[in-house]
């Protein structure tokens, strides 16, 4: 989608800190870091949200599943323990229509959020 966000950082046009890259998603750091360890998981092809993915998107999920379990493992946070959220739709307070995993770790995250 020429006027999304996360598919300009994809292709580069927009600077991001990426942290790991791979044929179907790329990770970079959120810009307003809410925790040590704040990154997010995105697929390279434009998904508007967690609710558009179908069972056809399996393998998409298992590359997305593999590239959290890696960010997490190079941040240091496998073994301390980490959260991952993807805000689907208003109520949940999702900003970006570029399906995202937030990964965060690095301290005690509260429960229930917000
Ligand atoms: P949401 O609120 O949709 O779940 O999460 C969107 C996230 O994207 C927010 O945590 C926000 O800080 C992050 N974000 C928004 N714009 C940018 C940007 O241009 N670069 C980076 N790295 N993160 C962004
Ligand atoms: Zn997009």
Same mark, same amino acid.
């Given at each position: 989608?020429?006027?999304?966000? *996360?598919?300009?950082?994809?292709?580069?046009?927009?600077?991001?800190?990426?942290?790991? @890259?791979? #044929? =179907?998603?790329?990770? *970079?750091?959120?810009?307003?870091?809410?925790?040590?360890? =704040?990154?997010?998981?995105?697929?390279?092809? =434009?998904?508007?949200? *967690?609710?558009?993915?179908?069972? #056809?998107?399996?393998?998409?999920?298992? =590359?997305?599943?593999?590239?959290?379990?890696?960010?997490? @493992?190079? #941040?240091?946070?496998?073994?301390?323990? *980490?959260?991952?959220?993807?805000?689907?739709?208003?109520?949940? $307070?999702?900003?970006?229509?570029?399906?995202?995993?937030?990964?965060? $770790? $690095?301290?005690?995250?509260?429960?229930?959020?917000?």
């Amino acid at each position: 989608m020429s006027d999304c966000l *996360f598919c300009k950082i994809v292709a580069g046009q927009i600077p991001a800190t990426k942290v790991r @890259e791979d #044929e =179907h998603t790329v990770a *970079f750091r959120d810009i307003n870091a809410q925790a040590p360890t =704040h990154v997010l998981v995105i697929p390279k092809r =434009h998904v508007p949200a *967690f609710g558009a993915l179908t069972a #056809e998107d399996g393998p998409l999920l298992a =590359h997305m599943a593999n590239a959290v379990n890696a960010v997490a @493992e190079a #941040e240091g946070v496998a073994g301390t323990g *980490f959260r991952v959220v993807c805000n689907n739709g208003a109520h949940a $307070g999702q900003t970006v229509d570029h399906m995202h995993w937030h990964v965060l $770790g $690095g301290r005690n995250l509260g429960w229930p959020p917000g």
